[in-house]
C-alpha cells in the first residue's frame, strides 16, 4: 500500500488531498500511548495499541 503523504518520523501533519487534513497518531500522543480530543465539550481518549492498531473512546 503507497500512502499519498510523507510518513516519516519528522511529519507531523500535512495534507493528502485539498479538503482532508492528515496527521501522526504519535505527534498527537506526544510520543505517548495515549492522547485526550475534545470535542464540543465532549473529552475522547486515543490510545494506540501494543499491536499498533487505534482505539477511541468516550
Keep these: 500500500m ?3 503523504f510523507d ?3 519528522t511529519f507531523h501533519a ?3 488531498s485539498a479538503d ?3 496527521h501522526q497518531a ?3 500522543t506526544g510520543g505517548g ?3 485526550k480530543i475534545v470535542l464540543g465539550d ?3 481518549t486515543l490510545r494506540i495499541t501494543r499491536a499498533g492498531k ?3 473512546t468516550k
Excluded: G, H
Design 54 to 56: 487505534l482505539i477511541l
Design 26 to 28: 504519535e505527534a498527537l
Design 14 to 16: 500535512t495534507r493528502a
Design 42 to 44: 465532549q473529552v475522547y
Design 33 to 35: 500511548r495515549e492522547a
Design 20 to 22: 482532508m487534513p492528515v
Design 2 to 4: 503507497t500512502l499519498p
Design 7 to 9: 510518513t516519516s518520523e
